[in-house]
């Protein structure tokens, strides 16, 4: 069984940045080795997929943030990362980190379903 453990949410001004970091365990779980990514569900609304990184280093972004948002791995610290840059009030959501055991990447961004592992998520607020 692996746990996710999201961290780094908070409250933010439009136009500002925030780093979500995504840590696992057991310690044999290697980020690097899966899918992973990150989702996000506003409230009253459905879980979205906003960035997935592939086993080799493919990147994958909703249109909604691509160009602001950036997701990365620490392969020493096995830790996942999504970097948020000029956020807006549509970005205020609670986001997940998420893990599948396949690959198929782009397609799993639209298919939340498909995840293996969830973390509990990390809420972000943006405030004008």
């Known amino acids: 069984q692996v746990q996710l453990v999201e961290s780094g949410g908070g409250s933010v001004q439009t136009g500002g940045s925030l780093r979500l970091s995504c840590a696992a365990s057991p310690h044999t779980f290697r980020f690097g080795d899966y899918c992973v990514g990150w989702f996000r569900q506003a409230s009253g609304k459905e879980r979205e997929g906003v960035a997935a990184i592939d086993p080799v280093s493919n990147t994958y972004y909703a249109d909604s943030v691509k160009g602001r948002f950036t997701i990365f791995q620490d392969n020493d610290k096995n830790t996942l990362h999504l970097q948020m840059n000029s956020v807006n009030a549509d970005d205020t959501a609670t986001y997940y980190c998420?893990?599948?055991?396949?690959?198929?990447?782009?397609?799993?961004?639209?298919?939340?379903?498909?995840?293996?592992?969830w973390g509990r998520g990390t809420q972000v607020t943006v405030s004008s």
């Open positions: 998420a893990v599948r055991l396949a690959w198929g990447c782009l397609r799993w961004l639209s298919q939340p379903a498909d995840t293996n592992y």
